[in-house]
């Protein structure tokens, strides 16, 4: 409905006397008219039935797990102006606090990353897999949580938080939660066609991007089509060491190829319902002469990676037309997905035959699960209460294989057969949250909530894993639960100023390969799980004030949370038949606190700014150290200026120098993390879209301005995976070119 119309006043207007004869000479005031009071009319209209779920990140989103304090929304309009075409874009152009790390790929939030990150897509778990020995050599040998494509995204929910009373196991240094392109993304009002087709050379790469996507409405059912292509080299550094071996700094060449798929078909009922079917498929090649590998001028060593991710999923969506409704709102949602990596490495002299060698590595991980919440709107006496209850189950079967042939046998060289039982894990939870308000004072808000896991591993034997060198039998299955509660208070204290406070825990549950890995190379050395380890939790608090909205608004939140159970691989004394052992184990307490701050403003419709800001500082709270997974302060500011036609804008990303972090090495000792010095970086981009195609966007970037040789320190490898390569290899790139042609329409 529209708004009321108002009540309008008419005025009567006298009647002119006629001329009499007894008509008097002098002029007479003529009466007061009365108003005549109209009723108030209420003109009806109807609301356009796929507007009424869209997602509006300037309102509370507590029921999913994701509370305005703590949740920083970013959409696909800003990836368009900001030219953001994947994650470390994101993390170089949007959040200080967020950083990706190409090396083990995985997404770093407060100084936690792996998997100690929660990254889901439309709501589906994506597990960051590690092929246990091989990872620290083969940094394709792990990841899974960024296999997508960007351009196939409509927003990026960062939840910063170490909480799992919502979203349970891998939630210790927040969520990362990915939502693709929705129809309603693409459609303009009153229209029933419409789509986005986008190009781009991205000159860090050498790439070409190609992404088309098609969105079509009939009635109250919505489609949507979208597709990717790229293919490019590697990504440039500052090295400038060429030729073979582990002096080499330049990158290593390569190319690469990468598609993506999504479709959904989505159908509105009346009465708040909605359900969507979507499918979806990824797949990225990625092939590398690695020549720092290579031990001769005749020698030839390449690395072919493959990552693949599928999925098939059903949602259920309930938005209630009335506020005050019993069930306000729910969601329900069904997967299945497929992620699996292979590694394949060949080595070949053409001086020298006997080198020769091939190996295949495997690690596929499938899932299928269900998810779901109600939320109930109940009033009780002076209180108001959004009572929340839902419940996840998931399953997994993880396993892995290696297949390959050597010119002289070897026992290093680990073929035709596994480093693990096959593993299927089972993992249930429960949850329930009140986010309580009190009647005639909207101001206040308290949301007390816990969620129970329970988590269960089962290994069982395959024809491969009993084919291991290092095979005793079939190690037991493990199991184990926990409780994570949360308490957040937040208190509106003046017009768009919102003062919060949140305790919370957060867990972990140990993963397969942490578990049950079995890298046997007798008589040398051995790398194995632990069925017995204990899952990784937190407790911490959190504190800040957000003010305003996505086009003018700010916000800074103090945290300090503290973890146990940390589980790490180190050596193993007093192992049998083995000159060396390691193992995964329970380690160190460790604390990590800090301070961030974020702030957007639009001065008016042409002038605007935004920044970011990230303090974290870990560390060892047992043996005092600092953690080499925690960077160092970082910002990012950033203004412009836009009209209709163009637009221009101004960014630099600056860190501080890092001297202090330390890992502890697989013998358990303490060694000096690389140092890395500070750094300022400019990036400019600019966009016009001609008068005579309003649909067309023309968009290039400079980035880099300056060409300054500097390191992301959260991207370094660190730990079990430091390697002897000098640092300048781990450079970022220098200065690079964008270029950006896109169509709306």
């Known amino acids: 409905s529209v708004p009321v119309a108002r009540a309008e006043t008419i005025t009567a207007t006298p009647a002119k006397p006629a001329a009499t004869p007894q008509a008097t000479t002098s002029a007479q005031p003529p009466a007061t008219a009365k108003p005549i009071a109209l009723s108030p009319v209420r003109v009806r209209?109807?609301?356009?039935?796929?507007?009424?779920?869209?997602?509006?990140?300037?309102?509370?989103?507590?029921?999913?797990?994701?509370?305005?304090?703590?949740?920083?929304?970013?959409?696909?309009?800003?990836?368009?102006?900001?030219?953001?075409?994947?994650l470390e874009d994101y993390a170089r152009r949007v959040d200080a606090s967020v950083n990706y790390s190409e090396g083990n790929s995985s997404i770093n939030i407060r100084g936690l990353d792996q998997n100690r990150i929660l990254t889901s897509i439309d709501g589906i778990r994506m597990p960051w897999a590690n092929d246990g020995a091989y990872a620290g050599s083969f940094s394709t040998a792990q990841g899974g949580v960024s296999d997508f494509d960007f351009n196939s995204l409509g927003a990026i929910d960062v939840v910063k938080s170490a909480d799992s009373s919502f979203f349970g196991t891998g939630s210790l240094g927040g969520v990362i939660a990915l939502r693709t392109l929705d129809p309603e993304d693409i459609l303009k009002p009153g229209k029933n066609f419409g789509g986005?087709?986008?190009?781009?050379?991205?000159?860090?790469?050498?790439?070409?991007?190609?992404?088309?996507?098609?969105?079509?409405?009939?009635?109250?059912?919505?489609?949507?089509?979208?597709?990717?292509?790229?293919?490019?080299?590697?990504?440039?550094?500052?090295?400038?060491?060429?030729?073979?071996?582990?002096?080499?700094?330049?990158?290593?060449?390569?190319?690469?190829?990468?598609?993506?798929?999504l479709g959904k078909i989505r159908h509105y009922f009346e009465g708040g319902h909605r359900i969507t079917l979507t499918g979806e498929?990824?797949?990225?090649?990625?092939?590398?002469?690695?020549?720092?590998?290579?031990?001769?001028?005749?020698s030839r060593y390449d690395t072919r990676s493959e990552n693949q991710r599928s999925r098939v999923s059903f949602d259920y969506d309930y938005k209630s037309e009335t506020p005050n409704?019993?069930?306000?709102?729910?969601?329900?949602?069904?997967?299945?997905?497929?992620?699996?990596?292979?590694?394949?490495?060949?080595?070949?002299?053409?001086?020298?035959?006997?080198?020769?060698?091939?190996?295949?590595?495997?690690?596929?991980?499938?899932?299928?699960?269900?998810?779901?919440?109600a939320t109930n709107h109940i009033v009780t006496g002076p209180f108001r209460h959004d009572l929340t209850y839902g419940g996840e189950v998931f399953l997994t079967d993880t396993y892995q294989t290696q297949t390959g042939e050597r010119a002289v046998s070897s026992p290093y060289l680990h073929n035709n057969f596994s480093d693990m039982p096959r593993v299927h894990g089972t993992d249930l939870g429960a949850l329930v949250q009140d986010r309580i308000g009190f009647r005639g004072a909207d101001w206040l808000h308290i949301t007390p909530g816990v969620r129970f896991d329970y988590f269960q591993r089962d290994p069982s034997n395959t024809a491969s894993y009993q084919a291991n060198a290092g095979y005793t039998g079939l190690p037991h299955g493990a199991h184990g639960s926990h409780f994570s509660p949360k308490v957040l208070i937040e208190a509106k204290v003046a017009h768009d100023v919102t003062l919060y406070a949140l305790y919370s825990q957060a867990f972990r549950a140990p993963s397969a390969t942490e578990e049950y890995l079995n890298y046997s190379t007798p008589p040398f050395y051995q790398v194995v799980g632990n069925p017995d380890l204990k899952p990784e939790s937190s407790r911490g608090w959190e504190v800040g004030v957000k003010y305003g909205n996505e086009k003018r608004g700010a916000n800074i939140s103090f945290f300090d949370n503290y973890y146990k159970n940390y589980i790490d691989m180190q050596g193993i004394s007093g192992c049998s038949g083995y000159y060396l052992c390691y193992g995964y184990t329970n380690l160190a307490n460790v604390r990590i606190y800090g301070v961030e701050a974020n702030v957007n403003w639009d001065f008016d419709d042409h002038w605007h700014t935004w920044g970011s800001f990230a303090y974290s500082d870990g560390q060892d709270t047992d043996r005092h150290f600092h953690?080499?997974?925690v960077a160092p302060f970082r910002g990012i500011i950033g203004f412009g200026y836009k009209t209709p036609r163009w637009g221009a804008d101004l960014s630099g990303t600056?860190?501080?120098?890092?001297?202090?972090?330390?890992?502890?090495t697989s013998s358990g000792a303490l060694q000096n993390q690389w140092n890395t010095p500070g750094y300022v970086l400019f990036d400019m981009t600019g966009w016009y879209s001609p008068t005579f195609y309003k649909s067309l966007r023309i968009q290039a970037g400079m980035y880099n301005i300056f060409d300054k040789r500097y390191y992301n320190a959260a991207a370094l490898p660190y730990g079990q995976s430091s390697s002897s390569l000098d640092m300048r290899y781990y450079s970022q790139p220098g200065r690079s070119f964008k270029v950006t042609a896109r169509i709306d329409f």
């Open 281 to 298: 498929w990824y797949d990225r090649q990625y092939n590398e002469r690695t020549r720092t590998s290579e031990k001769t001028a005749t």
């Open 627 to 629: 953690l080499a997974s």
């Open 196 to 261: 986005i087709t986008k190009a781009t050379y991205n000159g860090a790469a050498e790439a070409a991007l190609l992404n088309q996507a098609f969105a079509a409405r009939y009635n109250n059912t919505v489609f949507l089509v979208q597709g990717g292509y790229q293919n490019g080299s590697q990504t440039g550094n500052m090295g400038n060491v060429g030729g073979y071996g582990t002096t080499r700094t330049e990158k290593n060449p390569a190319w690469y190829e990468q598609g993506n798929f």
């Open 654 to 664: 600056f860190a501080l120098s890092r001297d202090n972090a330390k890992f502890i």
């Open 325 to 373: 409704a019993l069930f306000s709102e729910a969601h329900f949602l069904a997967y299945w997905q497929s992620i699996q990596t292979d590694t394949d490495i060949t080595n070949r002299d053409s001086a020298n035959a006997s080198s020769y060698y091939h190996e295949h590595l495997t690690l596929p991980v499938e899932s299928y699960g269900v998810r779901g919440s």
């Open 45 to 86: 209209g109807k609301a356009d039935i796929i507007d009424s779920m869209k997602y509006d990140p300037d309102q509370d989103h507590s029921a999913v797990g994701k509370a305005s304090v703590l949740t920083k929304t970013t959409t696909f309009k800003t990836f368009r102006d900001r030219q953001i075409d994947n």
